[in-house]
Nanobody, 123 residues
Framework: QVQLVESGGGLVQPGDSLRLSCAMS????????MAWFRQAPGKEREFVSG????????VYADSVKGRFTISRDNAKNMVYLQMNSLKPEDTAVYYC????????????????WGQGTQVTVSS
């Protein structure tokens, strides 16, 4: 019943910016802690950023801290990831995830996942 759909990925050059969006359907997003994960070829899926149900409290992986910003708009059932100063090592498939308990965690034990959107950073 719950569906997450990511959008906004693409091919950019180092230093460029992208804004990823995640739309939830089937349920209202306000009861879920939300997170972004990413997975590069040959690597495990890793936590990028998370946000609690009401916003305000956010968590970032060290690799993206200061460059990425997570936000949510519960009225629109949307979560966003603003990515600035992109680096080649940011290249990965980015996934939106929802956790029904409302607890924000950095491991991939989330209830719902989107299909992923490809982000490629290359010169």
């Amino acid at each position: 019943q719950v569906q997450l759909v990511e959008s906004g990925g693409g091919l950019v050059q180092p230093g460029d910016s992208l804004r990823l969006s995640c739309a939830m359907s089937g349920r209202t997003i306000s009861t879920y802690a939300m997170a972004w994960f990413r997975q590069a070829p040959g690597k495990e899926r890793e936590f990028v950023s998370g946000i609690r149900r009401t916003g305000g409290s956010t968590v970032y992986a060290d690799s993206v801290k200061g460059r990425f910003t997570i936000s949510r708009d519960n009225a629109k059932n949307m979560v966003y990831l603003q990515m600035n100063s992109l680096k080649p090592e940011d290249t990965a498939v980015y996934y939106c995830a929802a956790r029904g308990s409302g607890v924000l965690i950095t491991t991939p034990q989330y209830d719902y996942w989107g299909q992923g959107t490809q982000v490629t950073v290359s010169s």
